[in-house]
């Protein structure tokens, strides 16, 4: 999926909102290197933790930041080339309020690659009144000033897209 989200040569910052265990945040560092800055954002601080210590192998520069994604986002406008929303959508319960501040640091031209549940798939995922469809999605995103693209493959279970961040 990660090869969907094309990221600015040069350095480049990206955000990995929802980290959870760090798959896309370590994928991020291992494919930026030197040139990269990695911002892994979550909720729940050990898992932060371990996903810090895993991401030591790589050159990246890589934060943690313990962040209620619902609220504020704790970092400056625009600092963001990219951002990984993965898995991130279906759990917030102030869904404008996330996109709104994600619009806010992420730079002009910045891609943001959203995956999510594309259904509760008779509970084997969310619960069905948290998941919001891909048109939702998409328009929600759309509203908070990104230009979205088409729909991705995500397999039987998601829901993928991107956009691009038009906020100056």
């Known amino acids: 999926m990660l090869k969907q989200l094309p990221l600015p040569s040069g350095s480049v910052r990206v955000g990995d909102f929802g980290t959870g265990s760090g798959q896309y945040a370590l994928a991020l560092a291992k494919r930026l290197g030197e040139r990269g800055a990695i911002y892994a954002f979550d909720p729940f601080g050990p898992a932060l933790d371990r996903v810090k210590s895993e991401a030591g192998e790589y050159h990246s520069a890589f934060y943690t930041l313990e962040a209620d994604l619902n609220a504020h986002i704790p970092i400056r406008d625009n600092l963001l080339n990219g951002a990984v929303v993965a898995n991130t959508l279906y759990g917030l319960s102030d869904k404008e309020k996330f996109v709104s ?54 397999g039987t279970h998601h829901f993928a897209f991107t956009g691009v961040g038009t906020a100056a």
């Open 101 to 154: 501040e994600l619009s806010r640091v992420i730079a002009p031209g910045g891609r943001v690659l959203v995956i999510d549940w594309a259904g509760s798939f008779k509970n084997m995922g969310p619960p069905a009144s948290s998941i919001m469809s891909p048109g939702e999605a998409a328009r929600l995103f759309s509203s908070y000033g990104f230009e979205v693209g088409d729909m991705l493959p995500a």
